[in-house]
């Protein structure tokens, strides 16, 4: 045990020091690490139809419409959402920058990088559980509990998981880790319901019209002329 205890320190620190990250940096990719892909695939979502939607009210301006939504959505820009995703990873990583000192997020982030923090970070999410003592545990900022992880980890997975939960870091992250949780959940929520209530500023890129405009079967025109004068005119904005 005090063997791997030594090798898992060593492998921590050697990690910190390799990266020379600042603590927003370690900020930032713990955000980037904890805010799941499944809420960001959500957001997307529901960015998708409201932004089509006003593209729609766009192209209509031009005297055509869409012909094949399926194809379009694809070909969205993912502005709009990206800038919702990347509102929701600033205030994550306000949280950490707040709730750690530089040296506990250096080994959070080291952590994290190793093979068993990229596993946990994997772990489906769930609502916070208790342990076979029935105390609700707070082992991760996933709000897994230790009995939950009893079936994911190795044996020795689960000592490295314990001994850095042991360590002074491990216990900050312990320790903010419901909170950290809601939070995120907050933000996420917050992101969702603006992709729902926003009104969607699209971009009117030239070469993005220009693409959609020649993409044979996504939009439907009058008749051929219209066509080849709208791709024309979009080909005379580019810059």
């Known amino acids: 045990m005090d063997r791997l205890i030594a090798i898992i320190a060593t492998a921590l620190i050697v990690a910190a020091q390799a ?6 940096e370690d900020a930032a990719y713990l955000a980037q690490q904890t805010l799941r892909s499944d809420t960001v695939e959500t957001i997307r979502g529901l960015h998708g139809p409201s932004l089509t939607a006003a593209y729609e009210d766009y192209f209509a301006t031009l005297g055509v419409g869409i012909a094949n939504h399926d194809r379009f959505a694809p070909m969205l820009p993912d502005s709009r959402a990206n800038r919702a995703i990347e509102s929701i990873l600033q205030k994550i990583e306000a949280l950490y920058l707040d ?10 982030a080291a952590f994290h990088r190793t093979a068993l923090g990229q596993k946990l970070v994997s772990v489906p999410e769930r609502q916070p559980a208790q ?16 009995d939950d992880l009893v079936s994911l980890l190795t044996s020795e997975e689960q000592e490295a998981f314990d001994a850095f939960y042991g360590s002074v870091a491990g216990k900050a992250l312990n320790d903010n880790a419901s909170e950290i ?8 929520i917050g992101g969702l319901v603006g992709g729902l209530q926003s009104e969607p500023q699209i971009d009117t890129d030239p070469a993005f019209v220009l693409d959609v405009l020649e993409t ?24």
């Open 181 to 188: 949780a809601q939070m995120m959940g907050f933000f996420a």
């Open 99 to 108: 709730r750690f000192t530089a040296g506990q997020l250096a080994e959070i």
């Open 131 to 146: 342990d076979s003592d029935g105390n609700t545990a707070r082992y991760s900022i996933y709000a897994r509990g230790r």
């Open 216 to 239: 044979e079967g996504v939009i439907s025109f009058p008749n051929r002329i219209w066509r080849r004068d709208l791709i024309e005119r979009a080909r005379g904005d580019l810059p």
């Open 19 to 24: 990266v020379a990250a600042s603590p927003k």
